[in-house]
DNA sequence: CCGCAATATCGGTGAATTGCGATAGAACAT
DNA sequence: ATGTTCTATCGCAATTCACCGATATTGCGG
């Protein structure tokens, strides 16, 4: 992951709706469509169906058409990259690289 | 960690050129004056010092005045909060609590 | 005291974000 | 076909962001 690409996703993330979204979409586990959250929410349907769109376009979460409704689903993979790359970012911002006690010189 | 506080520090971490600094203090370990982050960059010094500011404002940087320079020490213990805080989502966004295999009815 | 170097802050500009209501289109039931 | 429901998208206004150059401040050396 770039570190664009990081930034990206993590800007998706960056926003209070976009977490309680994430965690509704989460609770209702794919039967989840836009209705429900923003009936969840206290936005306009348009104000959340953009927030929707912000974290679509970031690959955090999938759309599937379902009769009039659409389904919108976690992806837990682009989830679980994201925090590989978190992960990966803290390493790189350790404070020492030590290699051995005797070789503080 | 409350929502806003986690959105707000990812956010803080959701731009390439706030990445690259918190790379570049971790380099330098608290030897970094903001003249050195500007030379690394090839951006202007008002603008590295905005983002410099995001940082500390979202904690994950502090100032400390060492003669005409400015050092920034990163703060490894807010870094391990979002990170505690990061982690803590996924496990809210994991798909199912299933406790039993037996339990599946 | 005077200039110099480092840096934060101000003012400005253009782009992006966040929110809204209104509208358009798709799928469905009647 | 018609109306209903769900939802994406289109303006639109207000706010924030990202960037810059210019300026004010602060500490240091002469």
Redo the contacts between chains.
């Keep these: 992951m770039r ?2 690409d ?3 996703t ?7 709706v ?3 979204i ?2 509704i979409l ?1 609770k209702q ?1 794919g039967q989840c469509c836009c209705a429900d959250v923003t009936d969840s929410l206290p936005l306009a349907q348009s104000t959340v169906s953009q927030h929707i769109k912000v974290l679509l376009d970031a690959g955090l979460i999938e759309r599937k058409p379902h009769g009039t409704r659409n389904r919108y689903i ?1 992806q ?1 993979d682009r ?2 990259e994201l ?1 590989t790359a ?2 990966g ?2 390493q ?5 690289p030590v290699h051995t006690e005797a070789e503080t010189a």
Excluded: K, T, Y
């Excluded at 993590?10 to 209070?16: D, K, Q, W």
């Design positions: 570190d664009d990081i930034a990206n993590m800007r998706a993330l960056g926003h209070p976009r977490l309680e994430m965690r989460a586990q976690i837990h989830l679980a925090g978190f992960g970012l803290l790189g911002l350790v404070p020492a």
